[in-house]
């Protein structure tokens, strides 16, 4: 059985499909609004700047007094480098037999994208509000080109898909306000693998058919619509601390199409792949200093450990294994300051450090993942009493990691031995208002 595969994500929110490639553990989306990012997020939960906090937090939008609405895009260029080392060998009578050894490097495998999202929320009476919002929890698209001799290990993939939030929020007492959302995420995917230019002519040999340059390993396309929900409480602990507590849960999608091969024409059939987005908790705080000076915190925890393994489920009964995962669950810590300059202007920083979700021992090239830091910064700017723009920027740094993995192609059996190194350029603007 051949085992590759590789997943990479792309997203589009609302009624556009826009491609996304971010730098977060696994594959997950960080982009809901501007004035976030300009903080890295920290205290994100814990703070109803704009109706964009739907996307953390259902229970914040109860604190607006008026219909909000906000609308971010974010311009996201990531540089993500590879070099690679492959071995592979071949099994004989005698036992294996080294075939052949290539070295090659990829620059910029991941591409630049814009990500939107859209938030409206409204109160009802003094005690319930609701809001809806389209935005990503996940996503990641990357592509290798024709060229590169460990196609076998990673190749080009993309998942579209987009998220519809509507919620409502409770006030408890004065202090006090509890939310619920649920939430209808479509994605529609396109998975494959190929055969490297150096390992063409010895497959074709071991197979005994000539195949076309890049010959398909695996491909599948399919879509789904999976279901979920999340909820959050928001706690005006004193008047200058406010405590927040939100929690997103797993969402299960069964991408169903078809799936095609050019090595192996038993798995040309109808086919499904399960992918988990894993459940998301955050425990925020939002304390003020004076009236100009706010500190924010975020703790996020991000249940990886349910992406265990990309598998085929095939019309005909059989599985078949793409790819082994074994994510492991991953934290994020945030530190961020808000500086209220004046009536119209508001400024803000932050830092955060995300922990990856695969160790080496399952780090692949497939979905390139490690330990990040981000530095960020940020600006509100009042336009008039209801109406203010958003501006963040983020720089995320991340770790050099290293890739040890090895894989079984038919007869063939393959090592590739390398690198990664990821930093990224987060642009958000957002505009919000109310009425």
């Keep these: 059985m051949f085992k590759h595969s590789k997943l990479f994500i792309s997203v589009g929110v609302a009624v556009s499909c826009m491609s996304s490639s971010v730098l977060a553990a696994g594959f997950q989306v960080n982009e809901h609004s501007a004035n976030g990012l300009g903080r890295a ?13 739907l996307a953390t937090n259902p229970a914040a939008i109860g604190l607006f007094k008026k219909a909000e609405f906000s609308g971010a895009i974010s311009f996201i260029d990531p540089n993500v480098d590879v070099s690679a080392q492959t071995n592979t060998s071949l099994m004989t009578e005698q036992g294996n037999v080294p075939v052949v050894s290539t070295e090659s490097s990829e620059d910029n495998i991941a591409d630049t994208a814009l990500v939107p999202a859209l938030f409206y929320t409204t109160p009802i009476d003094d005690k319930w509000s609701v809001g809806v919002g389209g935005f990503t929890t996940y996503g990641l698209r990357t592509d290798y080109s024709s060229d590169f001799e460990a196609l076998h290990f990673a190749d080009a993939a993309e998942v579209k898909s987009f998220t519809i939030n509507p919620a409502v929020s409770y006030k408890v007492t004065d202090t006090l306000h509890l939310g619920l959302g649920v939430s209808a995420t479509y ?12 390992l063409t002519p010895i497959l074709s040999q071991a197979v005994g058919q000539e195949l076309p340059a890049n010959a398909s390993l695996f491909s599948l396309e399919g879509d789904d619509w999976g279901y979920g929900w999340n909820v959050g409480v928001f706690w005006q602990a004193t008047e200058s601390t406010h405590i927040a507590l939100s929690y997103r849960a797993e969402t299960e999608l069964e991408l169903d199409g078809d799936i095609s091969s050019q090595i192996r024409s038993e798995l040309n059939q109808p086919g499904k792949v399960d992918i988990n987005l894993a459940a998301i908790t955050e425990l925020a705080v939002n304390q003020k200093i004076n009236k100009r000076w706010s500190v924010q915190a975020s703790a996020v925890f991000t249940d990886w450990s349910t ?37 119209a202007m508001t400024l803000r920083a932050g830092y955060a450090y995300d922990d990856g979700a695969v160790t080496t021992e399952n780090r692949s090239l497939s979905i390139p993942d490690t330990d990040r830091q981000w530095i960020t910064a940020g600006l509100t700017y009042s336009v008039t009493d209801t109406t203010a723009i958003d501006v963040g920027y983020a720089y995320l740094n991340g770790r050099e990691a290293k890739v040890d993995k090895t894989r079984q192609i038919g ?25």
């Design 307 to 343: 992406f265990d393994k990309l598998e085929a489920n095939l019309a005909s009964g059989d599985d078949f294994l793409i790819k082994q995962e074994d994510f492991e669950d991953s934290w994020r810590g945030a530190l961020g300051v808000t500086y209220k300059l004046d009536n």
């Design 187 to 198: 994605a529609e995917a396109e998975i494959n693998s190929a055969v490297s230019n150096s």
């Design 411 to 435: 007869p063939l059996t393959s090592t590739v031995t390398g690198t990664q190194s990821a930093n990224a350029h987060i642009l958000s603007v957002q505009v919000n208002t109310s009425f």
């Design 41 to 53: 997020f920290a205290g994100q939960a814990a703070m109803p700047e704009n109706a964009s906090v």
